[in-house]
């Protein structure tokens, strides 16, 4: 199975300013042309909703502060400045093969 | 607008089976597949499987192979997870989601909780 890794597991962000979070995957996410890399952040309470697919495409109605890039095996979701609204958890997941893994999660924390 | 509706809370007793339901509306049902997820209290995602309304085709974690079953309705457009032999550690929310691909999920039910306890 492809294991997933994030850092930091723990962000506190001050509002207005950058964050990023990093992802890595035991094997290369790369085929066919795409990296089957996905973002998602679960606020408090809530479902996860897809922020990111295939590695830097932004889902329907995402706002354009969050950004996603890499290739193969090293994955970053940017916030280009922090909103309150941000926090929650952010999971990466690769969906290249099955079984389908999650990262740990990082908590984002707004100061 | 794309809905996902699940069924609501459920407590269960060790050993026994639960069934989910997640009704879905605002798009062709057969169009997509869907994702099952699910939480333990305080902890991270994991991935229970996805099913293709398309055929029914079905793809399953393998540490939950022989216990779970989804299955999709297209006259009601509605899409079924059946856990049996249930055991404490199953104590968790229980997500669908809309998703092309196993592992991508872009409309989410609001989950169901499922209890097992004694």
């Known amino acids: 199975d492809i294991v997933m890794t994030q850092s930091p597991l723990s962000l506190p962000v001050t509002p207005g300013e950058p964050a990023s979070i990093s992802c890595r995957s035991s094997?290369?996410?790369?085929?066919?042309?795409?990296?089957?890399l996905d973002w998602y952040l679960q606020k408090p309470g809530q479902s996860p909703q897809l922020l990111i697919y295939l590695a830097s495409n932004r889902a329907s109605g995402v706002p354009d502060r969050f950004s996603g890039s890499g290739s193969g095996t090293d994955f970053t979701l940017k916030i280009s400045r922090v909103e309150a609204e941000d926090a929650g958890v952010y999971y990466c997941i690769q969906t290249l093969q099955t079984p389908v893994i999650f990262g740990p999660g990082t908590k984002v924390d707004i100061k | 607008q794309v809905q996902m509706v699940q069924s609501g809370a459920e407590v269960k007793k060790p050993g026994a089976s639960v069934k989910v339901s997640c009704k879905t509306s605002?798009?062709?049902?057969?169009?997509?597949?869907i994702n099952w997820v699910r939480q333990a209290p305080g902890q991270g995602l994991e991935w229970m499987g996805w099913?293709?309304?398309?055929?029914?085709?079905?793809n399953y974690a393998q540490k939950l192979q022989g216990r779970v079953t989804m299955t999709t309705d297209t006259s009601t457009s509605t899409a079924y997870m059946e856990l049996r032999s249930l055991r404490s550690d199953d104590t968790a929310m229980y997500f669908c989601?809309?998703?092309?691909?196993?592992?991508?999920?872009?409309?989410w039910g609001q989950g169901t909780l499922v209890t097992v306890s004694s």
């Open positions: 989601a809309r998703g092309a691909v196993a592992g991508r999920g872009d409309y």
């Open positions: 094997q290369s996410l790369y085929s066919n042309g795409y990296n089957y």
């Open positions: 099913i293709s309304v398309y055929n029914g085709n079905t």
């Open positions: 605002g798009y062709t049902f057969t169009l997509y597949g």
